[in-house]
């Protein structure tokens, strides 16, 4: 289950609103072995693309060493859908390479300023998918 307190669930939400039509990506980073997100991280979708997202290379590289440095791990990895609903796609599935993070997408396909939206989160490990349940806390 991904225990999220509400500030990080409406900021990657409003992420996700504030970049459609193009795909919105991120990471929420909380403390090396506690699986707890605190630390939310939006990024650039170098794709800049309604289809496709991709984290810019010199700002991932950059961001993991900052995580480094603050004894932190990516405990969510989130981006958003404009056109599908929020699950992964094959793209998204292979793309999955944090075995402990939870994958969170979003889906602004049906969505205007005051909603509705799809937030879903899910383990990928070698390539299964697995949704679970999301718990928004105060």
Do not use: W
């Amino acid at each position: 289950m991904l225990k999220i307190s509400r500030t990080l669930y409406d900021q990657i939400v409003e992420h996700s609103r504030e970049d459609h039509p193009d795909e919105a990506c991120g990471v929420v980073a909380g403390p090396v072995g506690e699986g707890r997100p605190e630390r939310f991280i939006p990024m650039l979708n170098a794709a800049r693309s309604p289809t496709f997202y991709e984290f810019d290379s010199t700002d991932l590289l950059k961001l993991y060493r900052e995580m480094d440095d603050r004894d932190e791990e990516p405990v969510i990895i989130y981006h958003s859908h404009t056109a599908t609903e929020a699950y992964p796609s094959r793209t998204d599935i292979s793309y999955a390479n944090e075995p402990g993070a939870h994958y969170v997408l979003v889906s602004t396909a049906d969505t205007d300023d005051a909603g509705p939206f799809q937030f879903r989160s899910f383990r990928i490990v070698d390539g299964t998918v697995t949704e679970e349940e999301v718990e928004v806390t105060a």
